[in-house]
């Protein structure tokens, strides 16, 4: 369509060029968890303080906390069941609040059944695998 010698640009054209470029120049989201305390530690980093750690997601909640955080360890030998299941418990308490995130850093963690709950985000490291228990 030609309105006085110039071609029309349709608004969905150009909105979708706006999006493309605004696209090109927005990064992925991160979420940053700062030094916090945790119940049973410290913020002196002598007693199971929280060490800072910076990841990105497509979606961050307003909680969140390391399996670490919660005694668990990923040398593929020891159980984390009871880590996972305490690591839910307390994160589950956020849900009307933003929802709780728990990250699984690189390891090998082995585990029973647990159980997730609304409002949650699993977020497993690059280099984290879950080996489940019979």
Known sequence: MELQGRSCISLPLILATWLLVAAAFIGPAECIRRK???????EDGKGGGVEQFKYSAAACRAHTASLSDFGGVGDGATSNTAAFQAAVSHLSQFASDGGGMLFVPAGRWL???????????????????ILATQ
Do not use: I
């Not at 585990?111 to 280099?127: E, K, Q």
């Open 36 to 42: 916090r305390q945790l119940p049973g530690g410290s």
């Open 111 to 129: 585990t029973g059944p647990f159980n997730l709950t609304s409002s949650f985000t699993l977020f497993l490291h690059r280099d984290a695998v």
